[in-house]
């Protein structure tokens, strides 16, 4: 899981509308009145994005998303075309083309909702992610002063009394462009020690599945969703969260 913070306890678990033109009304016996209008600036604003069109497409979005996990346990292939199709709408209406100039955007707390990294077959049951263990809510906190990130990873283990735990990454991250940002792996923790003795064979596979080190390239930023692309052409989208988590 690509994407953006230090250990600590945050408060929490990684549109513009146009307005077109209307004629006044006249009143009775009035002459109404008509506004000259500069068709290359009317053009401009019939192609600006409007909240009526995004929130569909979010609306949309959610609806493909239901009951298929945030797609990390596999999902069809007309699933993937459909979300994809949704997310390339929602950037073609990205109302904050150049994020790492306004980062304030982005920092704070986001829960994943959808990836196309994918957790399947072998890795799936050396993991024990079918039966024994329960993938739970990924956060990623982003603490922008700090050009920090932690991606928290929550797990129930079924097998030891409903036991509760996670994984943390902590990572860096530096400005490459208006857009994109490189990460770098700091470390990582599991809580409590018997989680970590559960996935201890198996620890190098866990962090390759979630370490998010590499290039991300942020390209749809709003009030309530972010999505991004990394370098190995896994997508994330991400909602803004007001739960918390114990880090």
Known sequence: MATLVKLVQPPCPMAFTHQP?????????????????????AAAQ????????????KENLYQAL?????????????????????????ESQNPTPDPTLNLHKVDGCWKLIYSTISIMGAKRTKLGLRDFITLG??????????SKAVNVMKFNVKGLNLLNGQLAIVASFN???????????????ITPDQLMNVFQKNYELLLSIFNPEGWLELTYVDDEMRIGRDQKGNIFVLERSEERTDL
């Open 21 to 41: 033109w209307q004629q006044q009304q006249a009143k009775f016996g009035e002459l109404q009145r008509f506004r000259l209008i500069n068709p290359m600036k």
């Open 46 to 57: 019939s192609s600006s994005p409007s909240s009526v069109e995004v929130s569909q497409i």
């Open 66 to 90: 239901q009951g298929i996990n945030r797609g990390i346990f596999g999902t069809t292939s007309g699933k993937k075309s459909e979300i994809q199709e949704l997310l390339e709408q929602l």
């Open 137 to 146: 809510d990924l956060f990623q906190i982003i603490d922008v002063a700090e």
């Open 175 to 189: 400005i490459d462009s208006k857009s994109r940002v490189t990460i770098t792996y700091r470390e990582s923790t």
